[in-house]
């Protein structure tokens, strides 16, 4: 029993270490999202911007109607590109303090979110004239948040089944 005890203390405490880890990366990554906001007009920020545009545009398609503005400078994803970033950096944070195991009733919940996700897709780039950038970001946001924190929770309780 004190075996087990320790097992699953060492098993925990990776877990921290994996979670601390990925956040810093996707702290790192949100922080290139707004650079061209923080690092300005400066020789390093102008290069910095255009190698990081180039990184962002393997992931995003940058449409510029469909990105926030943060000043006079747009943001380097489109605004559901930013919801989703945002959305898995806050299930990261709050998976670092909170450690309540999770039901499979929440995959009801995560449909949800997909079929959320998916319906704002179809409104905004089918039906409507204007791009709500709102409805997008928190649509990213939710989907995004709610498949990091069962993700999260999945490989944690796997980590503790595994003798």
């Not at 270490?17 to 923080?38: H, K, Y």
């Not at 990081?52 to 393997?58: E, I, P, R």
């Not at 950096?89 to 709050?94: A, E, H, N, Q």
């Amino acid at each position: 029993m004190q075996n087990n005890f320790f097992s699953n203390l060492r098993i925990e405490s990776k877990n921290k270490i994996l979670l601390v880890l990925l956040s810093i990366i996707s702290a790192v990554w949100l922080f290139g999202i707004f650079s061209s906001s923080i690092l300005g007009e400066s020789s390093f920020g102008l290069l910095a911007n255009f190698y990081l545009s180039f990184l962002y545009s393997k992931v995003c398609h940058q449409a510029d109607h469909k990105s926030f503005m943060l000043g006079v400078d747009q943001l380097l994803v489109c605004s559901r590109c930013t919801g989703i970033y945002i959305g898995v950096f806050f299930s990261l944070i709050i998976s670092l303090f909170v450690s309540k195991k999770f039901s499979k009733k929440m995959l009801m919940i995560i449909y949800l979110a997909v079929f959320i996700l998916l319906l704002d897709v179809l409104v905004n780039n089918y039906f409507l004239t204007n791009y709500f950038k709102i409805s997008a970001f928190i649509s990213g946001f939710i989907f995004a948040f709610l498949i990091s924190l069962f993700s999260i929770n999945y490989f944690k309780k796997e980590s503790y089944d595994i003798k």
